[in-house]
T-cell receptor, first 117, second 114 residues
Framework: AQKITQTQPGMFVQEKEAVTLDCTYD???????LFWYKQPSSGEMIFLIY??????QNATEGRYSLNFQKARKSANLVISASQLGDSAMYFC??????????????FGSGTKLNVKP | DSGVTQTPKHLITATGQRVTLRCSPR?????VYWYQQSLDQGLQFLIQ???????AKGNILERFSAQQFPDLHSELNLSSLELGDSALYFC?????????????FGPGTRLTVL
């Protein structure tokens, strides 16, 4: 079974609108971490946001927020007020276990976001 | 700039050859991870080292091996290369601060096998 599933290969959003990128995960661990990364066309991987499995509040970082629904095992990324520079590939990732020093990371297949002017 | 460096940036070689990719983690980070990203695909976790010891293994082929040295830099060795090994290879580091331990990625090494 896939550990991380991103069901939207590609998405379009109008500039200045909000967009939600879906991510579901599969783990039997009680302690885990969820991450979102952005990969522009230049290829680098940029960390966006993190949510711990025990965090009660949804994580937010500027225009990025993570809609964490533990019972549904979903960790959707919400980008508010989209900008042209948000056009990129977005990857959802999971770390099983408490600390990334001792566990694997799993990445989804990514969602390509295109922001239209 | 993430602080993680990878060399070389590009590598073109022939099938059957062996190459070594190098990674220097951020200052103070003890963990190094290697990933393979084939064209238009997600990242496949290969292997993780923590302070010189192998900690986790993913979908790493037997033709591939890695190590982390006392100065914490790491090398990924790819041998008997095949066309399908052409990919972007990322190194990431983490571990400076306990907590969420997000990984910081290097710029990647683009390997082309002809």
């Amino acid at each position: 079974a896939q550990k991380i599933t991103q069901t939207q290969p590609g998405m379009f959003v109008q500039e200045k609108e909000a967009v939600t990128l879906d991510c579901t995960y599969d783990t039997s661990d009680q302690s885990y971490g969820l991450f979102w990364y952005k990969q522009p066309s230049s290829g680098e991987m940029i960390f966006l946001i993190y949510q711990g499995s025990y965090d009660e509040q949804n994580a937010t970082e500027g225009r990025y927020s993570l809609n964490f629904q533990k019972a549904r095992k979903s960790a959707n990324l919400v980008i508010s007020a989209s900008q042209l520079g948000d056009s990129a590939m977005y990857f959802c990732a999971m770390r099983e276990g408490r600390s990334s020093n001792f566990n694997k990371f799993y990445f989804g297949s990514g969602t390509k976001l295109n922001v239209k002017p | 700039d993430s602080g993680v460096t990878q060399t070389p940036k590009h590598l073109i070689t022939a099938t059957g050859q062996r190459v070594t990719l190098r990674c220097s983690p951020r200052s103070g980070d003890l963990s190094v991870y290697w990933y393979q990203q084939s064209l238009d695909q997600g990242l496949q976790f290969l292997i993780q080292y923590y302070n010189g010891e192998e900690r986790a293994k993913g979908n790493i082929l037997e033709r591939f091996s890695a190590q982390q040295f006392p100065d914490l830099h790491s090398e990924l060795n790819l041998s008997s290369l095949e066309l399908g090994d052409s990919a972007l290879y990322f190194c990431a580091s983490s571990g400076r601060v306990q907590g969420n331990n997000e990984q910081f990625f290097g710029p990647g090494t683009r390997l082309t096998v002809l």
